[in-house]
């Protein structure tokens, strides 16, 4: 199946912020603007960014492996060594991790890397990366309640 980028619009609460987080940290080209919104090339998928002065928030009631995550949340899947690098410059930003880099499903078809984190308005990221690409959409062994 083809490759189609996907486009996101979503909340914000200031353009600066957005576009030193985005822009500046996270390495995104910037699109078109005006001076309510902004878009960026993120990893090759549009963002649109609209100011707001309510951004809803996330809810922490996802759970994968175990472990309860933001939802909603967006991101993109890396490659190995581009997530290393990623997570690298985040740490040393001191950025708002909701969960630090980690590995879940070790040893399993989806192995992966993941992290999640929070832009300056809050909105929910997830950053991962897969040990075998191919695998991205194999089952994993079935989760059970605990």
């Given at each position: 199946m083809p490759h189609y980028p996907f486009h996101f619009s979503f909340l914000v609460k200031d353009l600066e912020s957005?576009?030193?987080?985005?822009?500046?940290?996270?390495?995104?080209?910037?699109?078109?603007?005006t001076d309510s919104w902004v878009d960026f090339d993120f990893y090759g998928n549009q963002l649109s960014m609209h100011v707001s002065d309510e951004v809803p928030a996330s809810i922490p009631c996802g759970v994968v492996d175990k472990v309860i995550v933001p939802i909603p949340?967006?991101?993109?899947?890396?490659?190995?060594?581009?997530f290393q690098l990623l997570a690298d410059k985040?740490?040393?930003?001191?950025?708002?991790?909701?969960?630090?880099?980690?590995?879940r499903y070790a040893g399993q078809p989806g192995e992966q890397a993941t992290m999640f984190f929070k832009d300056p308005s809050g909105n929910s990221l997830e950053i991962k990366c897969f040990r075998n690409p191919q695998n991205i959409f194999s089952l994993n062994e079935p989760e059970k309640a605990t």
């Open positions: 957005t576009r030193a987080f985005y822009g500046s940290l996270l390495n995104c080209s910037e699109g078109r603007s949340h967006f991101g993109c899947i890396l490659p190995w060594d581009e985040l740490l040393s930003s001191n950025a708002e991790f909701i969960i630090k880099p980690t590995i």
